[in-house]
């Protein structure tokens, strides 16, 4: 049995949780090309589990982890308490600080992969309206149109 290997260039559907996660870093900064829906949601999975790690062992370390925990969704919001108060906030923060620009450059391809400019990110900036379109578009499929945006 043969497998084809798809380009790096190129989105990758259907992609399992390991294929989306080694795409994810190895793609770390390219805002250009597209990203499959399989590729963006399993990443969101594997982020939401490690920051649901972070908040456990902070909760196994830190008596006052729970009135401060992470926000797996937007982890600085909380503010800079928690991540100063615990030695696991300051490894979060310093995580989230390094998935900051793959994870906005994944975001960006997958809005190419609907044929949307990578910019419609920042529709987030609009409150609550923003995050819900985002979220949208997120879980649209694939556009043909979209492989104007390809290397």
Same mark, same amino acid.
């Given at each position: 049995?043969?497998? &084809?290997?798809?380009?790096?260039?190129? #989105?990758? @559907?259907?992609?399992?949780?390991?294929?989306?996660?080694? /795409? %994810?870093?190895?793609? @770390?900064? &390219?805002?250009?090309?597209?990203?499959?829906?399989?590729? @963006?949601?399993?990443?969101?999975?594997?982020?939401?589990?490690?920051?649901?790690?972070?908040?456990?062992?902070?909760?196994?370390?830190? #008596?006052?982890?729970?009135? /401060?925990? *992470?926000?797996? %969704?937007? #982890?600085?919001?909380?503010?800079?308490? %928690?991540?100063? +108060?615990?030695?696991?906030?300051?490894?979060?923060?310093? @995580?989230? &600080?390094?998935?900051?620009?793959?994870?906005?450059?994944?975001?960006?391809?997958?809005?190419?992969? *609907?044929? $949307?400019?990578? +910019?419609?990110?920042?529709?987030?900036?609009? #409150?609550? *309206?923003?995050?819900?379109?985002?979220?949208?578009?997120?879980?649209?499929?694939? $556009?043909?149109?979209?492989? $104007?945006?390809?290397?």
């Amino acid at each position: 049995m043969t497998t &084809t290997q798809i380009a790096l260039s190129e #989105p990758l @559907y259907g992609a399992s949780f390991p294929q989306a996660v080694s /795409r %994810f870093f190895r793609k @770390y900064a &390219t805002f250009s090309g597209r990203a499959s829906r399989s590729e @963006y949601w399993w990443w969101v999975l594997a982020n939401v589990l490690v920051a649901l790690a972070f908040n456990l062992v902070g909760s196994l370390t830190d #008596p006052q982890w729970t009135s /401060r925990p *992470i926000d797996v %969704f937007s #982890p600085f919001a909380s503010g800079g308490a %928690f991540a100063l +108060a615990s030695p696991v906030g300051v490894v979060f923060l310093i @995580y989230a &600080t390094g998935i900051l620009i793959p994870a906005l450059a994944l975001t960006w391809r997958r809005l190419h992969d *609907i044929d $949307r400019s990578g +910019a419609w990110f920042f529709i987030v900036l609009v #409150p609550l *309206i923003g995050a819900i379109v985002l979220l949208v578009f997120t879980l649209l499929s694939a $556009r043909p149109a979209g492989s $104007r945006f390809d290397e």
